[in-house]
């Protein structure tokens, strides 16, 4: 795609740098909107939480090059770096000069969120050339949006070689219940938190979900994976369940914060990648907590589907398709 800059080009801009649920999820609604108006969309990942350089675009570093998403025109590259969108902007924030963008408090975050959420609801079309999606996006598109993106973006291929490694060696031949426990290790989880209101509760329910899920119905023996970003809970699990596997990473220090970060390198967002679509070809994955976006892919591929109701700790609600078949467990 030629980038001209001119003000005849309109544009929506996906500037995300948090964990890839959040990313993939954002972007999906932004692409809608880009779609419904348009528009050419940009996915500008600099400063994401998997790298260390605050100017490198993390798309092309972490998924493979693409030049449109079903007819809608894609910048996704370094790029960005030279290129100045054109004004006026929406949310108006962006109008202000450059330097008094730099600084954007949390409040002004959420502001934008709820605008642009607004918009997309609104199914209107901005005056502005350029809106800039720099907010949590999530539940802000429909699920066609986002099963587009996943069928459109792909794992750079070595990323893609280590799923299918993985998948040949642990899940040919086996019923696999994907496990995915956010434990968020001594990081501000903000609505995750009251599913860790009493850690051992928590850890009580995700092996009762466990055991449940391992006594459904399955066609072929039952394999246990875990996916967490927590030591603690790995070695809790394991002890339980001796026989659940895992993807060999690196983990933060107890307590050190999330493992979306950059002192990890760039290997820590392809094992991230590796554990979020392996998760999607599992055939039931538990969610704990159910709010997490890591596990909104496995949520679109898996049949079968284990949450916790928060409001009754000891319920099991599991969703399975066809949806008539969804019930309390």
């Given at each position: 795609?030629?980038?001209?800059?001119?003000m005849?080009?309109?544009?929506?801009v996906?500037r995300?740098?948090?964990?890839?649920?959040?990313?993939?999820?954002?972007?999906?609604?932004?692409?809608r909107?880009?779609?419904?108006t348009g528009?050419a969309?940009?996915?500008?990942?600099?400063?994401?939480?998997?790298l260390?350089?605050?100017f490198t675009?993390?798309?092309?570093?972490?998924f493979?090059p693409?030049?449109?998403?079903a007819?809608?025109?894609v910048?996704?590259?370094?790029?960005?770096?030279?290129?100045?969108?054109?004004?006026?902007f929406?949310?108006?924030?962006?109008?202000?000069?450059?330097?008094?963008?730099?600084?954007?408090?949390?409040?002004?975050i959420f502001?934008?969120r709820?605008?642009?959420s607004?918009l997309?609801?609104?199914?209107d079309?901005s005056?502005?050339?350029?809106?800039?999606?720099?907010?949590c996006?999530?539940?802000?598109?429909?699920?066609?949006?986002e099963?587009?993106i996943?069928?459109?973006?792909?794992?750079?291929s070595?990323?893609q070689?280590?799923?299918?490694t993985?998948?040949?060696?642990?899940?040919?031949?086996?019923?696999?219940?994907?496990?995915?426990?956010?434990?968020?290790?001594?990081?501000?989880?903000m609505?995750?938190?009251?599913?860790w209101?009493?850690?051992e509760?928590?850890?009580?329910?995700?092996?009762?979900?466990?055991?449940?899920?391992k006594a459904?119905p399955?066609?072929r023996?039952?394999?246990?994976?875990?996916?967490?970003?927590?030591?603690?809970?790995?070695d809790?699990?394991?002890?339980?369940?001796?026989?659940?596997?895992?993807?060999?990473k690196?983990?933060q220090?107890?307590?050190?914060?999330?493992?979306?970060?950059?002192?990890?390198g760039?290997?820590?967002?392809?094992?991230a990648?590796v554990?979020?679509?392996?998760?999607?070809?599992?055939d039931?994955v538990?969610?704990f907590?159910?709010?997490?976006?890591?596990?909104?892919?496995?949520?679109?591929?898996?049949?079968?589907?284990?949450?916790?109701?928060l409001n009754d700790?000891?319920r099991?609600?599991?969703?399975?398709?066809p949806?008539?078949?969804?019930?309390?467990?």
């Amino acid at each position: 795609m030629l980038v001209s800059g001119s003000m005849k080009d309109r544009f929506v801009v996906s500037r995300r740098r948090t964990g890839f649920g959040d990313c993939l999820w954002s972007l999906a609604a932004a692409w809608r909107y880009a779609q419904r108006t348009g528009r050419a969309l940009a996915i500008d990942w600099r400063g994401s939480c998997y790298l260390d350089q605050p100017f490198t675009n993390a798309f092309p570093v972490f998924f493979e090059p693409i030049q449109d998403i079903a007819g809608v025109p894609v910048i996704c590259d370094d790029q960005i770096n030279q290129f100045s969108f054109p004004g006026p902007f929406f949310p108006p924030w962006w109008n202000k000069p450059s330097i008094d963008c730099v600084y954007r408090p949390d409040e002004q975050i959420f502001r934008e969120r709820d605008e642009l959420s607004r918009l997309f609801q609104t199914q209107d079309d901005s005056e502005a050339n350029t809106v800039v999606c720099d907010a949590c996006l999530m539940w802000c598109c429909d699920q066609d949006a986002e099963r587009q993106i996943f069928r459109s973006v792909k794992p750079r291929s070595e990323v893609q070689a280590r799923i299918d490694t993985i998948y040949r060696e642990h899940f040919i031949g086996h019923s696999v219940v994907g496990v995915h426990v956010r434990h968020g290790n001594g990081e501000d989880i903000m609505g995750h938190a009251p599913y860790w209101a009493d850690p051992e509760l928590a850890l009580r329910q995700v092996c009762t979900a466990i055991y449940k899920a391992k006594a459904l119905p399955h066609p072929r023996p039952v394999k246990v994976f875990l996916c967490t970003d927590s030591v603690l809970v790995l070695d809790q699990l394991s002890e339980l369940h001796p026989d659940l596997f895992t993807v060999p990473k690196r983990f933060q220090a107890h307590q050190a914060g999330p493992l979306h970060n950059a002192e990890l390198g760039v290997d820590g967002g392809f094992s991230a990648l590796v554990e979020m679509y392996l998760l999607g070809r599992c055939d039931t994955v538990i969610r704990f907590p159910p709010t997490s976006a890591f596990t909104r892919y496995a949520c679109l591929s898996v049949p079968r589907i284990i949450e916790f109701d928060l409001n009754d700790p000891s319920r099991l609600i599991l969703i399975a398709e066809p949806p008539e078949n969804s019930q309390t467990i």
